[in-house]
């Protein structure tokens, strides 16, 4: 704990915010920056237990080999702590909704809530489950406020998990937050984001507490450049407060922490994709773009944190490239490429500067998804790219948690090779 505890402190030296660290209790602080840096987290020994708290480490994994449906017997028993399970996937409990454009969010506790989604072609869902991994069984807590998909799910250092926008149906996005209490399985409201509507928006938990919460879009034709930062209070709604202007409107983007400092990358807006970053500081608001960096213009791309501390940025709708971010040099190089093009996939972090991506499109027009997995290992300048084997079926629209045991649990989505079908399966990835 004192060597993460280390790294930790030295990430805020390092963005300037010593000041907050010192500010806010120290545990919670650990616990809530491993919750964010699940990979930095592994190589502190100690602290292996913690190291699952993946917090939004919910991208990534896509799920297991058709071939492997022979383990399904298994599969039933999903989260039976029997033995040590062979590495690839396996198949577990299905989700009693059928859902995609949801959310996942791995509970301090151990166990995964499940927000919201769509459930129709044009119908959300109210609906959340709790996923535990020890029983494999999953349980239905109280119902949302408004029904909502592509919205944010950030947990926060009370444990408790804040909703933001979203969509309550096509072009009928939402301004409204909410949180999840795990104590008592219910919601609240959360207020209003003061700077509009959003859906495809991003958020990241802070240093501080707080939640950046960034762009965005109020239709699929732009990008908003508006940003809000959210206050938690002990068992009241919170506030809210205009968080300044982006260089550029950015829907679809992704924001990472990196070093304690909120980076935003790529997007889209009315002029195309983005091939920049820019980056906020609490204490000076967002900083000036940084352009033709990410080698092309990136949307549906996800951003990854390493154990090393460097960034990998992987996919877009324009092919299978990927860049890394050192931010002790503050420098983007290339890294080694997809083997296929993926956009709308997820990436989650394992231990040892590994990523595992799974599924997404493989072009555009949306018309076709990958059944496919692939894991990223960063043990040369460029890294490289290897197999990991092939979910039960194509999707997009899923989500991936890496959990405390290390393994990525992989729920729902949408079939759209196979028409479009909405799916309930979940599976298990095991490195």
């Given at each position: ?217 109020e239709n699929a034709g732009g990008g908003l450049l508006t940003t ?66 990410l080698g092309v213009g990136r949307q549906g791309h996800t951003a ?128």
């Amino acid at each position: 704990m004192r060597s993460l505890m280390r790294i930790m402190m030295a990430a805020l030296v390092a963005a300037g915010l010593l000041g907050i660290a010192s500010c806010i209790d120290v545990d919670g602080a650990t616990n809530k920056w491993c919750r964010e840096n699940p990979g930095i987290c592994d190589d502190d020994a100690g602290d292996a237990g913690d190291a699952g708290d993946a917090g939004d480490a919910g991208d990534a994994g896509d799920a297991g080999d058709a071939g492997d449906a022979g383990d399904a017997g298994d599969a039933g028993d999903a989260g039976d702590a029997g033995g040590p399970r062979p590495t690839g996937w396996s198949s577990l409990q299905s989700l009693p909704v059928s859902r995609s454009g949801h959310t996942a969010t791995l509970l301090e506790g151990g166990g995964v809530l499940v927000v919201g989604g769509r459930v129709a072609a044009d119908s959300t869902t109210d609906t959340a489950g709790l996923y535990e991994p020890s029983t494999g069984a999953w349980t239905v807590v109280g119902p949302l406020t408004t029904p909502r998909m592509d919205h944010t799910a950030t947990l926060l250092s009370d444990d408790r998990v804040l909703v933001v926008g979203g969509s309550q149906a096509p072009g009928n996005d939402l301004a409204s937050a909410e949180i999840y209490d795990p104590s008592t399985k219910t919601w609240s409201s959360a207020g209003t984001i003061p700077t509009g509507k959003r859906s495809a928006h991003a958020a990241v938990l802070l240093p501080s507490g707080q939640v950046l919460v960034v762009g965005g879009g109020e239709n699929a034709g732009g990008g908003l450049l508006t940003t809000a930062l959210y206050t938690p209070t002990a068992g009241a709604a919170g506030t809210w407060v205009d968080a300044g202007t982006l260089a550029v409107g950015r829907n679809t983007l992704t924001v990472s922490l990196v070093n304690g400092v909120a980076l935003a990358v790529g997007g889209y807006n009315n002029v195309g994709a983005e091939n920049s970053t820019e980056t906020y500081l609490p204490d000076g608001g967002w900083q000036p773009i940084q352009r033709s960096v990410l080698g092309v213009g990136r949307q549906g791309h996800t951003a990854t944190l390493l154990t090393s501390g460097k960034l990998l940025v992987a996919g877009s709708k324009v092919g299978n490239t990927a860049v890394l971010f050192d931010p002790t040099q503050s420098t983007w190089s290339s890294a080694s490429s997809m083997s296929v093009p993926r956009f709308g996939h997820t990436a989650t972090p394992l231990a040892g500067d590994k990523v595992l991506v799974a599924g997404g499109f493989s072009n555009a027009p949306e018309t076709a998804a990958h059944g496919t997995a692939e894991l990223f290992i960063l043990d040369s300048p460029a890294g490289r790219w290897t197999q990991a084997g092939s979910m039960s079926t194509s999707r997009v629209g899923h989500t991936a948690t890496r959990l405390g045991t290390g393994e990525v649990l992989v729920i729902g989505g949408t079939d759209v090779e196979g028409g479009g079908n909405l799916l309930n399966t979940v599976q298990l990835y095991t490195p």
